[in-house]
């Protein structure tokens, strides 16, 4: 049982709240072994929206791989504004210290500071703090214009809805692509993603069109990502011509071919992997690849050369039987 644990703070927002709320609840509604806790200072939190939030005042106990969230609040500034208890601020820094990952929406980021969290890692906050975030906490590297980040299990988005990205990216990197994009779909949320930042999961970055041909091949990709999956296969699927299908999929992906997807989502989960122990040789055989060469040649790539670059890139020679023919 995975826990997730959000800290409600006084003018808790309910969107920066309720929307990575939501998605853990509906991965567990999925199967997925998640349990949400709300804790709080007092056991009732009034929102920014004036609803009254009851919590819990004692914190379950928390393992590496529970997530603790902190959601934003009213913040026209963050000088004068919440103040995190020095207990609040132990209890974060100790499941950070004891490997576990600490995430924030919004003003949350500043709670995180405040924790000492932002400290020589990149973060993010919304656009009007970012400023104010980065005076108050000046060994952080503010990062403009994206969603979310992520730096050593210290996870900050931009502020409200961008709560749910977060939320789906880390359901995407903890549990495989088909899951976060069946949780966005249960959601009706369309993956709306902000260009070539590397912090964006391959699923959100790729999947922000409404072509339903291209979207049920990525489903077919998305749940069996691991296997081999010749053009001819996922053209039957979509029941279109293999031409047609690379031209649809290229258009509406960006730049990229059913395969270059493919090997993104794998590069993205071994990654993953390999920032949690895993070794080269293990990773690439779970994601897929026959041996490590493969992976360490995609690793070897520099970023906008990766398979999941949005400028579409050439496709290399492994792949020759999926290039456009537009």
Same mark, same amino acid.
Not at 137 to 157: I, Y
Not at 198 to 211: F, G, I, N, T, Y
Not at 221 to 242: D, N, Q
């Given at each position: 049982?995975t826990?997730?644990?959000?800290?409600?703070?006084?003018?808790?927002?309910?969107?920066d709240l309720?929307?990575?709320?939501?998605?853990f609840s509906?991965a567990?509604a999925f199967g997925?072994s998640y349990?949400l806790?709300?804790?709080?200072?007092?056991e009732?939190?009034?929102?920014?929206?004036g609803l009254p939030?009851?919590?819990?005042?004692?914190?379950?106990?928390l393992?590496r791989?529970?997530?603790?969230v902190v959601?934003?609040w009213?913040?026209?500034a963050?000088?004068g504004?919440?103040?995190?208890?020095?207990?609040?601020a132990d209890?974060?820094? @100790?499941h950070? /210290? !004891?490997?576990g990952t *600490?995430?924030s929406?919004?003003?949350?980021?500043e709670a995180?500071?405040?924790a &000492?969290?932002?400290d020589g890692?990149r973060?993010?906050?919304h656009?009007q703090?970012q400023d104010?975030?980065?005076a108050?906490h000046?060994r952080?590297?503010?990062?403009r214009?994206?969603l979310?980040?992520?730096?050593?299990?210290v996870?900050?988005?931009?502020?409200?809805?961008?709560?749910?990205?977060?939320a789906l990216?880390l359901l995407?990197?903890?549990?495989g692509p088909?899951?976060?994009?069946?949780?966005?779909?249960?959601?009706v949320?369309y993956?709306?993603?902000?260009?070539?930042e590397a912090?964006?999961?391959?699923m959100?970055?790729h999947r922000?069109?409404v072509?339903?041909t291209?979207?049920?091949v990525?489903d077919?990709?998305?749940a069996?990502?691991?296997?081999?999956l010749?053009? @001819?296969?996922? /053209? !039957?699927?979509a029941? *279109?011509?293999a031409?047609?299908?690379t031209?649809q999929?290229?258009r509406?992906? &960006?730049?990229?071919?059913?395969l270059?997807?493919?090997?993104?989502?794998r590069l993205?989960?071994?990654?993953?992997?390999?920032?949690?122990?895993a070794?080269?040789?293990?990773?690439?055989?779970e994601v897929?690849f026959?041996?490590?060469r493969?992976?360490r040649?995609?690793?070897?790539?520099?970023?906008a050369?990766?398979?999941?670059?949005?400028?579409?890139?050439?496709p290399?020679?492994?792949?020759?039987t999926?290039v456009?023919y537009?």
């Amino acid at each position: 049982m995975t826990r997730v644990v959000f800290v409600l703070l006084p003018e808790v927002h309910l969107l920066d709240l309720a929307g990575p709320a939501q998605v853990f609840s509906t991965a567990a509604a999925f199967g997925h072994s998640y349990s949400l806790d709300y804790v709080a200072e007092r056991e009732q939190v009034r929102s920014a929206q004036g609803l009254p939030l009851a919590a819990r005042t004692d914190w379950p106990a928390l393992g590496r791989d529970d997530l603790v969230v902190v959601p934003g609040w009213r913040a026209p500034a963050l000088r004068g504004g919440v103040r995190l208890s020095p207990a609040t601020a132990d209890r974060l820094r @100790a499941h950070h /210290a !004891a490997g576990g990952t *600490v995430a924030s929406v919004c003003a949350g980021a500043e709670a995180l500071g405040q924790a &000492g969290l932002l400290d020589g890692r990149r973060c993010t906050t919304h656009h009007q703090l970012q400023d104010e975030l980065a005076a108050r906490h000046p060994r952080a590297t503010v990062v403009r214009d994206v969603l979310f980040t992520t730096d050593d299990r210290v996870v900050t988005s931009a502020g409200i809805a961008s709560g749910i990205d977060l939320a789906l990216h880390l359901l995407a990197t903890r549990h495989g692509p088909s899951l976060a994009a069946r949780v966005a779909r249960e959601m009706v949320i369309y993956a709306r993603r902000n260009g070539n930042e590397a912090q964006a999961s391959v699923m959100l970055r790729h999947r922000s069109h409404v072509d339903d041909t291209v979207h049920r091949v990525q489903d077919l990709i998305e749940a069996r990502y691991a296997e081999p999956l010749p053009l @001819a296969r996922l /053209a !039957a699927h979509a029941g *279109v011509s293999a031409r047609t299908l690379t031209r649809q999929f290229t258009r509406a992906t &960006g730049g990229l071919t059913p395969l270059r997807y493919q090997q993104a989502l794998r590069l993205e989960r071994a990654e993953h992997l390999l920032g949690h122990g895993a070794t080269v040789e293990s990773a690439a055989r779970e994601v897929g690849f026959e041996d490590a060469r493969m992976l360490r040649r995609l690793r070897s790539r520099p970023p906008a050369q990766r398979p999941a670059d949005d400028h579409g890139t050439a496709p290399d020679r492994h792949e020759k039987t999926q290039v456009s023919y537009s």
